[in-house]
T-cell receptor, first 116, second 116 residues
Framework: AQKVTQAQTEISVVEKEDVTLDCVYETRDTTYYLFWYKQPPSGELVFLIRRNSFDEQNEISGRYSWNFQKSTSSFNFTITASQVVDSAVYFCALSGGSSNTGKLIFGQGTTLQVKP | ETGVTQSPTHLIKTRGQQVTLRCSSQSGHNTVSWYQQALGQGPQFIFQYYREEENGRGNFPPRFSGLQFPNYSSELNVNALELDDSALYLC???????????????FGSGTQLSVL
């Protein structure tokens, strides 16, 4: 069975601090995709990044970076120099396997509060 | 701004009633997925429609049904409402192949359904 675990329910930091959101996944598929989405108070989920299971190269995009480690089944997300506008709920998600067409498995989410 | 709109934004129903939620996808998107998000939880996959046919279903009973129309609009229908159906219902659209599992989803802001 596929599963995504985000052990951190809530994180609170002060502006300009760095923060890492943890994600651990389980899957038996050899080909799969991992995602991070952000959900601001308005409700819609906003796509941040997609990574396939064959690409373990870490990625940096501005203040965001992602660390994918297949050996530990983890796909962690770091925000450098956090800002108040980063406050939101962040979801890690997994998809893959022909029996799971169209289906994203989401973690429970991590609520990030960035205080001024 | 994802280009996906949902209506209504809020809805109150009583147990046993039926409800129809609506979604307007981005122009050109051939796939729409529906998710249920209970308070404090990650979204759970209900089903996906690809070119007006159901293309994958999550662990939801048959009283959850859907329709997708050629004009990029879609509906989620829930019959015999139960108290546990109270949740945020999210619609997501994408442009993809029928069996793709790596698509980036564009989410609407959701319909908050309360069942009393």
């Amino acid at each position: 069975a596929q599963k995504v675990t985000q052990a951190q329910t809530e994180i609170s930091v002060v502006e300009k601090e760095d923060v890492t959101l943890d994600c651990v996944y389980e899957t038996r598929d050899t080909t799969y995709y991992l995602f991070w989405y952000k959900q601001p108070p308005s409700g819609e989920l906003v796509f941040l990044i997609r990574r396939n299971s064959f690409d373990e190269q870490n990625e940096i995009s501005g203040r965001y970076s992602w660390n994918f480690q297949k050996s530990t089944s983890s796909f962690n997300f770091t925000i450098t120099a956090s800002q108040v506008v980063d406050s939101a709920v962040y979801f890690c998600a997994l998809s893959g396997g022909s029996s799971n067409t169209g289906k994203l498995i989401f973690g429970q989410g991590t609520t990030l509060q960035v205080k001024p | 701004e994802t280009g996906v709109t949902q209506s209504p934004t809020h809805l109150i129903k009583t147990r046993g009633q039926q409800v129809t939620l609506r979604c307007s996808s981005q122009s050109g998107h051939n796939t729409v997925s529906w998710y249920q998000q209970a308070l404090g939880q990650g979204p759970q996959f209900i089903f996906q429609y690809y070119r007006e046919e159901e293309n994958g279903r999550g662990n939801f009973p048959p009283r959850f049904s859907g329709l997708q129309f050629p004009n990029y609009s879609s509906e989620l229908n829930v019959n015999a409402l139960e108290l546990d159906d109270s949740a945020l219902y999210l619609c997501a659209s994408s442009s993809t192949d029928r069996f793709a599992t790596n698509e980036k989803l564009f989410f609407g802001s959701g319909t908050q359904l309360s069942v009393l």
